[in-house]
């Protein structure tokens, strides 16, 4: 894919391109050249201001990805859109994937992609590995996840890897609707989805606009406390070179929004506070200071505050 030389007047280099070499080397190497998404519409669902489509698509040979497609009523080829994919959260449901942020399951709280599509936005819930309608008939939840995660490991990869390639075929999806303005484009993650946000970001210049919702933790405060995350999280070697900030500020200098919660074990608000300040610097460096932002939220957890929600809407209306 082309890379744009500039965004908004800010030169689209990493700040230290050997670093994200060392980075792709350590999630795995480079990602396969795409295949045909061949595209299938199984089925449609008229909402209230929206109608949703349900799709697959193939991320690799053999390998087809079920999704949501949230499309305002209104939308259409001939008076397209911006579009924000919405990467879904852990929390342990591997019942859950895309349904529920596309508003059919799970808690209303984390119903963004419906809140996206109401706000006008064509809106793409994929279901990531393990989860949802990409979970195994021989092993049940956390298990079958702890095997993909090892396998991909022994064949010199790993989850992120793996995560980030299903990810950047999602854009592909994207851009491939007529209904969708491929030059506006961002995405939105709670959790391991923003962990998926910070994950894919250095490596999709098409995504012009990315906030992350409660999960940036830190090698430092994942060692510090004691957590055992969810496996996107773990990239082997990379703690040699940097820490996860680091993959954040790689997205420098397009726009990136993170909220936190101060009470979110998850992400241990000490090194959250350092964090922000070492991803601001890297976006001072590229002359884009206005392009991250961040908001911490004194009294939350772990959650998708009112608050929160509204620095991540008007994030999208300003850059998208």
């Given at each position: 894919?082309?890379?744009?030389?500039?965004?908004?007047?800010?030169?689209?280099?990493?700040?230290?391109?050997?670093?994200?070499?060392?980075?792709?080397?350590?999630?795995?190497?480079?990602?396969?050249?795409?295949?045909?998404?061949?595209?299938?519409?199984?089925?449609?669902?008229?909402?209230?201001?929206?109608?949703?489509?349900?799709?697959?698509?193939?991320?690799?040979?053999?390998?087809?990805?079920?999704?949501?497609?949230?499309?305002?009523?209104?939308?259409?080829?001939?008076?397209?859109?911006?579009?924000?994919?919405?990467?879904?959260?852990?929390?342990?449901?591997?019942?859950?994937?895309?349904?529920?942020?596309?508003?059919?399951?799970?808690?209303?709280?984390?119903?963004?992609?419906?809140?996206?599509?109401?706000?006008?936005?064509?809106?793409?819930?994929?279901?990531?590995?393990?989860?949802?309608?990409?979970?195994?008939?021989?092993?049940?939840?956390?298990?079958?996840?702890?095997?993909?995660?090892?396998?991909?490991?022994?064949?010199?990869?790993?989850?992120?890897?793996?995560?980030?390639?299903?990810?950047?075929?999602?854009?592909?999806?994207?851009?491939?609707?007529?209904?969708?303005?491929?030059?506006?484009?961002?995405?939105?993650?709670?959790?391991?989805?923003?962990?998926?946000?910070?994950?894919?970001?250095?490596?999709?210049?098409?995504?012009?606009?990315?906030?992350?919702?409660?999960?940036?933790p830190t090698y430092a405060?994942?060692?510090?406390?004691?957590?055992?995350?969810?496996?996107?999280?773990?990239?082997?070697?990379?703690?040699?070179?940097?820490?996860?900030?680091?993959?954040?500020?790689?997205?420098?200098?397009r726009a990136l929004h993170?909220?936190?919660?101060?009470?979110?074990?998850?992400?241990?608000?000490?090194?959250?506070?350092?964090?922000?300040?070492?991803?601001?610097?890297?976006?001072?460096?590229?002359?884009?200071?206005?392009?991250?932002?961040?908001?911490?939220?004194?009294?939350?957890?772990?959650?998708?505050?009112?608050?929160?929600w509204e620095h991540t809407?008007?994030?999208?209306?300003?850059?998208?």
């Amino acid at each position: 894919m082309a890379i744009p030389k500039t965004i908004g007047g800010a030169q689209e280099v990493p700040a230290n391109p050997d670093l994200k070499q060392t980075l792709g080397r350590c999630l795995g190497g480079p990602w396969p050249e795409p295949c045909d998404l061949r595209p299938v519409i199984t089925e449609t669902q008229v909402k209230a201001g929206y109608r949703i489509e349900f799709v697959t698509y193939e991320v690799e040979p053999g390998d087809r990805v079920p999704a949501l497609v949230l499309i305002p009523e209104g939308v259409d080829a001939n008076h397209p859109a911006p579009a924000v994919a919405v990467w879904h959260q852990h929390n342990g449901e591997y019942h859950l994937g895309k349904s529920e942020p596309a508003g059919l399951a799970g808690n209303p709280m984390h119903h963004t992609g419906v809140a996206l599509a109401q706000e006008g936005y064509v809106v793409l819930c994929p279901d990531a590995l393990c989860f949802e309608s990409r979970q195994s008939p021989h092993l049940q939840g956390g298990q079958f996840e702890r095997f993909e995660f090892l396998r991909y490991v022994v064949a010199g990869q790993c989850m992120a890897w793996k995560n980030i390639l299903d990810m950047r075929r999602a854009v592909d999806y994207l851009c491939s609707r007529p209904e969708v303005q491929t030059d506006r484009m961002g995405c939105y993650g709670h959790s391991m989805g923003s962990t998926h946000t910070w994950l894919v970001g250095p490596w999709e210049p098409r995504l012009r606009c990315l906030v992350g919702n409660c999960c940036l933790p830190t090698y430092a405060a994942i060692h510090r406390t004691h957590i055992l995350h969810c496996f996107p999280n773990f990239i082997p070697g990379w703690g040699q070179y940097g820490d996860t900030p680091d993959i954040a500020a790689m997205i420098a200098p397009r726009a990136l929004h993170l909220n936190f919660g101060a009470r979110d074990d998850g992400s241990p608000i000490q090194e959250v506070r350092a964090a922000v300040t070492a991803i601001g610097a890297a976006y001072e460096q590229q002359n884009a200071k206005d392009r991250f932002s961040y908001y911490i939220e004194e009294d939350a957890g772990h959650v998708l505050s009112p608050r929160m929600w509204e620095h991540t809407r008007q994030w999208f209306c300003r850059h998208l």
